[in-house]
């Protein structure tokens, strides 16, 4: 099982970013593919997932601004992230997890996101 992710940057506040995660190994659908997102002195927390068939959850944080897709056969799955604010300034995780509420199962490197002026 392998996540790789690319994308994360720095942004000013109201910007837009891109994350991807190129997602292998997965032999069955009961895995989602998503994002969990640590900011420094916070705890982790599930920011959005997809499932294989393309159902999509979101934290209450990010409904609105950020949007997640995946391609048809779970190898890629992209979060698009609209009107950043700077407490969206976190390390982002690319995870295989059951859901939102659960922790993730599978993680892959983290890439910063830094949304500052």
């Known amino acids: 099982v392998q996540l790789q992710a690319c994308g994360g940057g720095l942004v000013q506040p109201g910007g837009s970013l891109r994350l991807a995660c190129a997602a292998s190994?997965?032999?069955?659908?009961?895995?989602?593919i998503g994002w969990f997102r640590q900011a420094p002195g916070k705890e982790r927390e599930g920011v959005s997932c997809v499932s294989k068939d393309g159902r999509t959850y979101y934290a209450e944080s990010v409904k609105g601004r950020f949007t997640i897709s995946i391609n048809g056969a779970k190898s890629t799955v992209t979060l698009q992230m609209n009107s950043l604010k700077p407490e969206d300034s976190a390390v982002y995780y690319c995870?295989?997890?059951?859901?939102?509420?659960?922790?993730?199962?599978?993680w892959g490197q983290g890439t910063l996101v830094t949304v500052s002026s």
């Open positions: 190994g997965f032999t069955s659908s009961y895995h989602d």
């Open positions: 995870v295989a997890v059951r859901g939102l509420g659960y922790a993730p199962d599978y």
